[in-house]
């Protein structure tokens, strides 16, 4: 946890994943998005209960914790802003990329109602919308289309990340899923389209991004907390234990600290087998081909990550580096590449507001 001293206005993005909280408070200074402290806090019961998280992919959310660790980490940043982008998990919103005739914003708001309803399983009262312009396509006719990304969150859900933060005197200025902060600060900018996969301690979100914009997105509940989970159980451990051999080890033992990755390897491809299902769909249903991964979240520091991935999925895999788009003090680059896949969506959350 760090904190830098800076003058100008700045913004909160925070991340509320399925087990820790993150924050970074970016400071829209003349040389432009400046890092001005960041904090991590990882809550223990994940570890010591399996079937604990923060929140899960049952649309569940546990205010009170919640509020109890953004307490605690508010009170060692004291930060400067008060204004927050928060996250939300790829698998507390409804999602699809629709294609549509060229027309106006007008006409999209109006269609929208009627779009909705052929995804969503809830009355429309009950969600709120969204939706963000992709670009354009060619059918096989030569007709050009319009591809839209629609968002559909409950209301519920709204309505519970609006009492976290009134709770501990945030203002709360958007909500957005993880997955659009990622595509934002990993490929905003770049045209080069993406497969992200960021693997978290619960679940794994899977999406395709270029140029800052998500094409597709999708999820799995295979994460990091599985690996660990097989150590345990295969090495008769402890899960501390089993988390502590995950991080030193990872992917890149010999001998006999070599089945410590053959332990893991299971549950890692069945994230990859995914991943490959959602770039197949994706190449096969919008004609565009994927030409790299990018792995993030705080699973993507597991060692010899990139190297398996790589020769798993043929194509290239490397690993976030969002503090590319961000200015640091000094203090923080040596652990920029450790940090980076953690913090990528709380960045992308505090890129939102500054580049709005």
Known sequence: MFKFSFGEKSYLGVDIGTASIKIVELENSAKGPTLKNYG?????????????AIQTSGLKILEEETVQLLQILLKELKPKGVEVAASLPAFSAFTTLLEMPLMSPEEISKTMPYQIKAFVPLPLEEVTIDWLPIGEVEDEKGIKKQQI???????????KYQTIFANVGLKLRALEIETISLARVLTGGDPTTSLIIDIGARSTAIAVA?????????????????????????????????EELKKTRGLTGTGGEYEVSTLMMPYL???LNEARRVKEVYEKDYQAKVDRIILSGGGANLLGLEKYVTAELGLTAIKASPFAKVGLPGEITSLTAELGPTLAVALGLGLKQIKK
């Open 40 to 52: 991590i806090l990882e809550s223990r019961g994940h570890l010591e209960r399996l079937n604990y």
């Open 269 to 271: 491809d069945a994230i």
């Open 210 to 242: 270029a140029a800052g914009n998500l094409k597709y997105n999708s999820q799995t509940d295979f994460s990091s907390n599985a690996l660990t989970q097989a150590i345990s159980k295969g090495l008769g451990i402890t899960i501390p234990r089993a």
């Open 149 to 159: 990304f629609l968002v559909a969150v409950p209301n519920e859900q709204i309505r």
